[in-house]
DNA sequence: TAAGTGATCTCT
DNA sequence: GAGATCACTTAA
């Protein structure tokens, strides 16, 4: 492993969710299946923060699915949708205060549900540590982002949780 | 543009 | 229990 790559501590999750979200940009989402691993940089993300956030799961309280939300941070919430379609999240922020940053691309891989069919995510890995026990982490090579490569926009997919809310630019992309 | 797909949430 | 909804993708 490069010397210089080192894997994101649970601490780094234990900020500000808007901050954990633009920070994830250009840091690289590792997956290990058996023998092989799989890696690539992260893109895209969006963030989901707090009880008030309308468009997040958690504004309407804690319920079985969104339990990982409320947990520590550093853990996952993956959860299942549309029938079909598993979405990769990290918690972020202290316990109790549901928050998290929805991973939505990589650099070669576009679209939440893609990325995690390609890394087969599933729901085994709801609620589990992002850590290499888990099979899944974030790694920090060295990729530097400017402040240039950032862009933030609106949420996608979010426009039932009302003006104010689906407005709110809680989206970031990384475009090299 | 719309269908597919099924877990989950919100009423009865 | 029933009905609506859904942080999406694909095919057309």
């Known amino acids: 492993m490069d010397k210089k790559s080192k894997i994101l501590p649970a601490d780094f999750f234990n900020r ?3 901050k954990v979200a633009r920070d994830l940009l250009g840091k690289f989402l590792v997956r290990k299946i058996g023998r092989r691993v799989l890696s690539d940089v992260i893109t895209e993300v969006e963030a989901y923060d707090g009880f008030d956030d309308r468009a997040s799961h958690s ?3 804690m319920t079985k699915r969104n339990e990982p939300m409320f947990g520590e941070a ?3 919430y993956v959860y299942f949708t549309y029938g079909m379609h598993f979405m990769l999240n990290i918690v972020t922020g202290e316990k109790d205060y549901p928050a998290a940053v929805l991973i ?3 650099q070669h891989v576009s ?3 893609r990325l995690t069919k390609k890394f087969r995510i599933d729901k085994k890995l ?3 540590p992002v850590s290499k026990k888990s099979g899944l982490w974030v790694e920090d ?3 530097v982002v400017s402040k240039k490569q950032i862009k933030q926009t ?3 997919g979010v426009l039932y949780a009302g003006p104010v809310w689906a407005k709110k630019p809680y989206r970031f992309v990384f475009e090299s």
């Open 104 to 106: 939505r691309g990589l």
């Open 111 to 113: 679209g939440p549900a």
């Open 74 to 76: 550093g853990i996952f």
């Open 154 to 156: 609106p949420r996608i």
């Open 59 to 61: 504004h309407r309280g």
């Open 16 to 18: 500000d969710t808007l």
């Open 126 to 128: 709801n609620g589990l």
């Open 141 to 143: 090579r060295g990729v």
